[in-house]
C-alpha cells in the first residue's frame, strides 16, 4: 500500500444533494486504498454544507471547499486542484458514480506508462448498461464532437479490450497532477463547456497520451437523454450563450490558424443557421438572442 500514489478526487457541487450523496457513497465503498476527496461547493443553498460536514467527520479523508459564489466547473475544479497532494488528479461531476474498482484500473495504466497523461473510464447512464460516453474526439476543422458509441448497449459494441486514444472524456477522468500544474489547470473563462477538451488537447501537445480504459467503468446520474434540446445543450438561456461562445474560442485557441479562418467564414455560419433553425422547431425562440450574442463574443473574445 506504501507503494501506491495518493490520488485526488476532485468533485465540483452546487445544489445537487441527492446525486452528490450517491457519489459519495460510490467513492467511499471504492477499492482503492490511498484517496483523498475534496468537494468544493459552489456556494449551495440546500443543505449541502452541513450533510458533506458530517461526511468528513465520519471519513477524514474528505475535505470540503466552501466558496462564496458559483464559479462553475472549470475554476471549481483549478481550486479543488490547489488542495490536493495526490499524484493524480480524478475529476469526477457531482452526479456521478464509480465501480469498486474504477479508481484503481485507471492508476494502473498511469502508471504502467509515464506518457499517459489522462485516462478516462467508460461511463454508462445510471443503473444501465447503456453507454452515455465511451470517448469524445473534436475535429478542429468543422468544430463538431463525437461521443462515442452514445445511446448504444454496452454489451453490444465492439470496445477495445485494451486502452484506446481518444480525444477527451467529458465528466469523470484522472490526469497526472504533473501535466494538470504545468497547464495551469482549466481555462476557467470557458466557465462550463469545453474546458475539459482544452484540457485534453493540450496534455496531448505536451507529448502524452489521452486513453479510455475499457474495463474502468463510472456513470452519469441522469435519464437516458431522449429529449434533442437537452443532447444538444438548448435547455438555459446560459447553456445555449455559453455553448456558442466557447465552440468559438475552443476553435480560435486550438485549431490551426487556417482551420480558424476557415471555420468562421464556413462551418461557423452552417452551425449558428442550424442552431437557430432547432430552437425555431423546439419553440424555444427567446433563446435566439443567446444563441447570437455567445458566436459575437466568442469572436472577439
Same mark, same amino acid.
Given at each position: 500500500?506504501?507503494?501506491?500514489?495518493?490520488?485526488?478526487?476532485?468533485?465540483?457541487?452546487?445544489?445537487?444533494?441527492?446525486?452528490?450523496?450517491?457519489?459519495?457513497?460510490?467513492?467511499?465503498?471504492?477499492?482503492?486504498?490511498?484517496?483523498?476527496?475534496?468537494?468544493?461547493?459552489?456556494?449551495?443553498?440546500?443543505?449541502?454544507?452541513?450533510?458533506?460536514?458530517?461526511?468528513?467527520?465520519?471519513?477524514?479523508?474528505?475535505?470540503?471547499?466552501?466558496?462564496?459564489?458559483?464559479?462553475?466547473?472549470?475554476?471549481?475544479?483549478?481550486?479543488?486542484?490547489?488542495?490536493?497532494?495526490?499524484?493524480?488528479?480524478?475529476?469526477?461531476?457531482?452526479?456521478?458514480?464509480?465501480?469498486?474498482? $474504477?479508481? *484503481?484500473?485507471?492508476?494502473?495504466? +498511469?502508471?504502467?506508462?509515464?506518457? #499517459?497523461? !489522462?485516462? @478516462?473510464?467508460?461511463?454508462?447512464?445510471?443503473?444501465?448498461?447503456?453507454?452515455?460516453?465511451?470517448?469524445?474526439?473534436?475535429?478542429?476543422?468543422?468544430?463538431?464532437?463525437?461521443?462515442?458509441?452514445?445511446?448504444?448497449?454496452?454489451?453490444?459494441?465492439?470496445?477495445?479490450?485494451?486502452?484506446?486514444?481518444?480525444?477527451?472524456?467529458?465528466?469523470?477522468?484522472?490526469?497526472?497532477?504533473?501535466?494538470?500544474?504545468?497547464?495551469?489547470?482549466?481555462?476557467?473563462?470557458?466557465?462550463?463547456?469545453?474546458?475539459?477538451?482544452?484540457?485534453?488537447?493540450?496534455?496531448?501537445?505536451?507529448?502524452?497520451?489521452?486513453?479510455?480504459?475499457?474495463?474502468?467503468?463510472?456513470?452519469?446520474?441522469?435519464?437516458?437523454? $431522449?429529449? *434533442?434540446?437537452?443532447?444538444?445543450? +438548448?435547455?438555459?438561456?446560459?447553456? #445555449?450563450? !455559453?455553448? @456558442?461562445?466557447?465552440?468559438?474560442?475552443?476553435?480560435?485557441?486550438?485549431?490551426?490558424?487556417?482551420?480558424?479562418?476557415?471555420?468562421?467564414?464556413?462551418?461557423?455560419?452552417?452551425?449558428?443557421?442550424?442552431?437557430?433553425?432547432?430552437?425555431?422547431?423546439?419553440?424555444?425562440?427567446?433563446?435566439?438572442?443567446?444563441?447570437?450574442?455567445?458566436?459575437?463574443?466568442?469572436?472577439?473574445?
Amino acid at each position: 500500500m506504501n507503494k501506491l500514489p495518493l490520488v485526488s478526487i476532485i468533485i465540483v457541487t452546487h445544489n445537487r444533494l441527492d446525486k452528490l450523496k450517491i457519489l459519495l457513497e460510490s467513492l467511499v465503498s471504492d477499492n482503492y486504498p490511498k484517496k483523498e476527496i475534496i468537494v468544493v461547493d459552489n456556494a449551495s443553498t440546500d443543505n449541502t454544507p452541513d450533510i458533506i460536514k458530517k461526511y468528513c467527520e465520519k471519513f477524514p479523508y474528505i475535505f470540503y471547499v466552501k466558496n462564496d459564489k458559483n464559479y462553475f466547473p472549470a475554476k471549481g475544479r483549478n481550486i479543488g486542484a490547489k488542495y490536493a497532494k495526490g499524484k493524480y488528479l480524478f475529476f469526477i461531476d457531482d452526479d456521478g458514480a464509480v465501480d469498486k474498482d $474504477t479508481i *484503481n484500473k485507471l492508476v494502473e495504466v +498511469l502508471e504502467s506508462d509515464e506518457k #499517459v497523461g !489522462l485516462v @478516462a473510464p467508460v461511463i454508462l447512464y445510471w443503473n444501465s448498461d447503456i453507454i452515455w460516453c465511451a470517448g469524445g474526439y473534436n475535429d478542429l476543422f468543422t468544430s463538431l464532437t463525437k461521443y462515442l458509441h452514445r445511446n448504444k448497449k454496452l454489451s453490444e459494441v465492439n470496445l477495445p479490450k485494451q486502452p484506446y486514444e481518444i480525444d477527451h472524456m467529458p465528466h469523470t477522468f484522472m490526469v497526472r497532477k504533473e501535466c494538470f500544474d504545468k497547464l495551469g489547470g482549466f481555462y476557467e473563462k470557458y466557465k462550463i463547456m469545453y474546458e475539459e477538451s482544452e484540457l485534453a488537447i493540450r496534455i496531448k501537445k505536451l507529448g502524452y497520451k489521452v486513453l479510455a480504459v475499457p474495463s474502468a467503468i463510472a456513470y452519469h446520474n441522469i435519464p437516458i437523454e $431522449t429529449d *434533442n434540446s437537452r443532447n444538444l445543450g +438548448l435547455h438555459r438561456w446560459d447553456r #445555449v450563450y !455559453l455553448l @456558442a461562445r466557447n465552440r468559438v474560442i475552443f476553435m480560435k485557441r486550438n485549431a490551426p490558424k487556417t482551420h480558424y479562418i476557415i471555420f468562421l467564414l464556413t462551418f461557423n455560419l452552417v452551425i449558428t443557421m442550424y442552431y437557430l433553425y432547432v430552437l425555431l422547431k423546439l419553440g424555444k425562440t427567446e433563446f435566439i438572442g443567446a444563441y447570437l450574442k455567445g458566436v459575437l463574443e466568442g469572436m472577439v473574445e
